[in-house]
């Protein structure tokens, strides 16, 4: 299976297996996109891509994608892996190239997004890309799947402090921009010392580009790990960047758009409402200014954008695997056994960890290691450990540890006050929350409650029938 390195060879391999819808009749921007973009996420977690061909008020030229990995099938084309490949097989398989990362990036030259350049007094943002609003109660257009590109200003040589990240970006007014900068995340870090040194920080905005590289960004690694250089180890081969000297910044080669500018210093300003992956709006926060400088872009460039609403939606399914690869690393470095972790509902909220416990009491811990990681302090506030022979990612195995594991008198553990997510519309203040941990394991030595036998095991050679039953239904 080809693994595709740029946006465009994504659509065609997702073209190739049937996992693209070309919608060529007539459509409004609002709300057709981000109705039939729903409307896919509400069919099936097996549905295609959309690429919009013909949208009301633009050229023929114009084109806008959406969904491009919501589904499990695009999941594993994305990796270069069949697309009948199981959640848990993507994981093991993605966990094997992550802990080959760094894997390091290779400078390029001409870029394609060279061959459209627009700077200077007559630059219009809403006349190079087709903006529109995601959910009807947005405070205005948003690009919400650009890959944003900062660097540390006080150690500028130093390619692992050159954060990727993705944030929502609103779209004020013909070369102004507003981005949410949260604190605790590497670009706000960057704004941060930026602002002590008296400086803009330089930005750019990258659309349309592969999707591993949207998948290393939203990762949770550590402030001086390059996420170009995880991308790598996806892909399993150097990732390609374009040096540009403008702004000083490493930019996707492939990408469609990019945008480039500066955040100014001490300048805030309003920024939302948008509606958020938790499924309810955020208010208005006075958030960064970035003025733009420059827009570059492909012939003929596809505009990406995510519909971000109630779970699921793409950004679940953007976040599914990379969070809990960081997570795995995290937690190997101090406890042997951990199989696999799923920290796929709502961007890590409830995160589902598979180990095999070396003793009685040890899940907790390992529960408890989780909620002080970097993603754990910042997001996670549920923490769910089974059995190595529960797969994290099966809801019927969780389902059925949950059930027949817990007591709550020996099982579940509440923490009050803990740091959260302001974002999360349950914490009390804002950022702050309860966590809940649910030890949802048998019991072993020296923990002496239940009454636990010898658990059912499946015949050796199920997982051969799951392909073959999988490829006759195909056939079907």
């Not at 491009?68 to 990796?79: D, E, G, I, T």
């Not at 529109?132 to 590109?149: A, E, Q, T, Y």
């Not at 540390?152 to 013909?174: A, C, F």
């Not at 997001?379 to 059930?403: C, G, H, M, Y």
């Amino acid at each position: 299976m080809k693994q595709p390195t740029t946006f465009r060879e994504f659509l065609d391999v997702l073209r190739e297996n049937n996992q693209l819808l070309d919608i060529r009749e007539p459509v409004n921007m609002e709300p057709d996109l981000a109705a039939a973009a729903q409307a896919g996420f509400n069919l099936s977690d097996k549905s295609p891509a959309l690429l919009f061909h013909n949208l009301n008020g633009y050229t023929d030229t114009t084109k806008v994608a959406l969904n491009m990995v919501s589904s499990w099938p695009n999941m594993a084309l994305s990796f270069g892996m069949d697309k009948n490949s199981s959640q848990l097989d993507m994981y093991l398989e993605l966990l094997r190239r992550w802990r080959k990362a760094p894997v390091k990036c290779v400078q390029a030259d001409d870029p394609p997004f060279l061959e459209c350049v627009h700077e200077g007094k007559d630059l219009n943002i809403f006349e190079i890309i087709p903006a529109f609003r995601l959910n009807m109660c947005d405070g205005g257009p948003f690009i919400s799947k650009g890959c944003i590109v900062t660097r540390d200003l006080s150690d500028p040589e130093n390619v692992g402090k050159q954060n990727v990240t993705v944030m929502r970006v609103q779209l004020k007014n013909k070369d102004t921009l507003g981005i949410q900068m949260v604190p605790g995340h590497d670009g706000a870090s960057h704004l941060r010392v930026a602002e002590e040194m008296g400086k803009n920080l330089p930005i750019a905005i990258a659309v349309g580009v592969d999707p591993v590289l949207v998948q290393a960004a939203t990762a949770p690694l550590p402030y001086d790990k390059s996420e170009y250089e995880y991308a790598g180890a996806i892909l399993q081969q150097p990732y390609k960047v374009y040096h540009s000297k403008q702004s000083g910044l490493d930019l996707p080669w492939g990408a469609e758009y990019i945008i480039e500018g500066e955040v100014l210093a001490g300048v805030r300003e309003p920024e939302g409402p948008f509606g958020e992956f938790t499924g309810y709006y955020s208010g208005v926060s006075r958030m960064a200014t970035i003025k733009i400088k420059r827009v570059m872009h492909r012939k003929n460039a596809i505009f990406e954008n995510l519909l971000l609403a109630r779970p699921w939606n793409e950004e679940d399914w953007i976040m599914a695997f990379t969070v809990g690869l960081v997570f795995q690393q995290e937690l190997e470095s101090n406890f042997s056994g951990i199989r696999a972790v799923n920290s796929m509902h709502a961007a890590g909220m409830t995160v589902i960890i598979s180990c095999k416990p070396s003793r009685g009491g040890i899940a907790k811990a390992i529960a408890m290691r989780a909620l002080t990681a970097p993603h754990g302090q910042v997001v996670t506030k549920n923490v769910i450990v089974v059995n190595e022979d529960v797969d994290p990612f099966n809801n019927n195995d969780v389902w059925w540890a949950l059930s027949i594991n817990v007591n709550s008198k020996n099982d579940v553990v509440i923490i009050p006050n803990l740091s959260g997510m302001p974002l999360d519309p349950s914490s009390d203040p804002p950022g702050i929350t309860h966590k809940m941990i649910i030890d949802a394991t048998r019991p072993m030595p020296p923990e002496t409650h239940g009454r636990y036998g010898r658990p059912i095991l499946f015949p050796d050679t199920t997982s051969d029938w799951e392909k073959r039953l999988a490829a006759m239904i195909d056939r079907l």
